[in-house]
């Protein structure tokens, strides 16, 4: 028999009662925000009363289609930022998963993961001041070319460097983190799976292509829509902490553009206006994404209606 709402919600009220404090932060601090977009139809004075600044109509977006250079080398930065951290960051998890779960016996695998989890607790402060440690002018590797009479290589203020030096800190802090999706997913493969197709003259690549893949299939595709989704934010903290060091010019994201063009340079309005573009093209593609996987017999990251 079919509960009415009421039943419902008598039926469910202490998960409602527990569900309570989270979805008043999340009508905090991620709904109530979003009124906050009016700003980008406004000259917006931060301190003149809220709706008393001057409206603007689409003067603030302007500045996404005149073809101003500083606008158009942040948004080639941050393309190129996405494009490599999807191509190599997205699948590192993965292939560390799968070596993991491969490779190691259970006891050795958990305390390599638990270390492999270290750096994703670390501030981007910690992680940059490690990088200057390693890689900077006094750092060791620069040392040790020094004690064994070479030169030495400026990486951390090299402006054809920063790519790569992002996308590395990327990967050592969060690599191991990403993992434990995965490994969970790997967790809920039956074994029976493994043995009926090594029964059937499987070798371990032949499992890995037709078991381990498959089972892992709906994850890597949730998980990639919802990258895509982000795809145009690409890391503030870590990109301002290396900002002087690498120049503006090779380190400028759509991110820090907003900040040092919109809240250093007071132009608040243009700020909320890239900030919605940006927030427009994420939702884009992740229904567009979505659509494709449920083209392809995936659920996506929603069902099916």
Do not use: C
């Not at 040790?144 to 203020?157: E, F, K, Q, S």
């Amino acid at each position: 028999m079919k509960q009415s709402l009421w039943q419902r919600v008598r039926r469910d009220r202490v998960l409602l009662l527990m569900a309570l404090p989270g979805l008043g932060l999340l009508l905090a601090f991620a709904y109530l925000p979003l009124l906050g977009n009016f700003i980008a139809f406004q000259e917006y004075l931060p301190f003149v009363q809220l709706g008393r600044s001057a409206w603007v109509g689409l003067d603030n977006f302007a500045i996404l289609f005149n073809g101003d250079k500083e606008f158009l080398n942040a948004l080639g930065n941050t393309l190129t930022i996405t494009v490599i951290q999807v191509v190599f960051v997205f699948p590192a998890p993965i292939l560390l998963a799968l070596l993991l779960n491969s490779l190691l016996p259970e006891r050795l695998k958990r305390i390599v993961q638990s270390i492999l989890y270290l750096p994703h607790f670390l501030s981007w402060v910690i992680v940059v001041a490690v990088f200057q440690q390693m890689l900077g002018g006094g750092g060791l590797l620069n040392n040790a070319l020094r004690a064994a009479g070479h030169g030495t290589v400026n990486i951390l203020g090299n402006p054809d460097a920063f790519i790569a030096v992002v996308t590395s800190q990327v990967m050592w802090k969060d690599t191991g983190w990403a993992t434990i999706l995965f490994l969970a997913v790997l967790a809920q493969i039956s074994p029976s799976l493994y043995e009926a197709a090594s029964v059937d003259g499987a070798s371990k690549t032949r499992q890995l292509w037709h078991v381990t893949l498959p089972g892992m299939r709906g994850i890597i595709i949730m998980l990639l829509i919802l990258r895509l989704g982000d795809s145009l934010t690409v890391g503030f903290e870590q990109i301002l902490l290396q900002q002087g060091a690498f120049g503006r010019q090779a380190s400028e994201v759509l991110d820090t553009y907003v900040y040092n063009n919109g809240i250093v340079g007071g132009q608040w309005g243009m700020a909320a206006a890239v900030g919605l573009v940006k927030g427009i093209v994420g939702v884009a593609l992740v229904y567009g994404a979505n659509r494709t996987a449920h083209v392809f017999g995936e659920s996506g990251v929603y069902e099916k209606r």
